[in-house]
């Protein structure tokens, strides 16, 4: 099974930053886009930021435009999520997605989710 482990989560104070990491397994990611959604506890899902992994293709939800940078490295096959500037509403669990069809991730149906990572984000 294709595995995405998330990391780099935490307690940050208002306009701190953090970088998230998407770790695939093997090749993972190639050829594929890669993105991130968040869920408030008793919220939805939302979606936070892509990127296709062959090009320089990237998607941000109008909350994070100015404040998240997604990047990735092919030799560690990972995904980044750069956060600054944070904001409580920020807070949320973190989940990396992957999908071989763009506009699967997109729309919030990949094939692969990891575990998540969790943002807090104080006043």
């Known amino acids: 099974q294709v595995q995405l482990v998330e990391s780099g989560g935490g307690l940050v104070q208002a306009g701190g930053s953090l970088r998230l990491s998407c770790a695939g397994s093997?090749?993972?990611?190639?050829?594929?886009?890669v993105g991130w959604f968040r869920q408030a506890p008793g919220k939805d899902r939302n979606f936070v930021a892509a990127?296709?992994?062959?090009?320089?293709?990237?998607y941000y939800a109008d909350s994070v435009k100015g404040r998240a940078t997604i990047s990735r490295d092919s030799a560690k096959n990972t995904v980044y999520l750069q956060m600054d500037n944070l904001k409580p509403a920020d807070t949320a669990v973190y989940y990396c997605a992957a999908d071989n069809l763009e506009a699967k991730l997109r729309i919030g149906v990949p094939s692969y989710w990891g575990q998540g990572t969790q943002v807090s984000v104080s006043s």
């Open positions: 093997g090749n993972t990611f190639s050829a594929t886009a």
């Open positions: 990127i296709t992994w062959s090009g320089d293709t990237t």
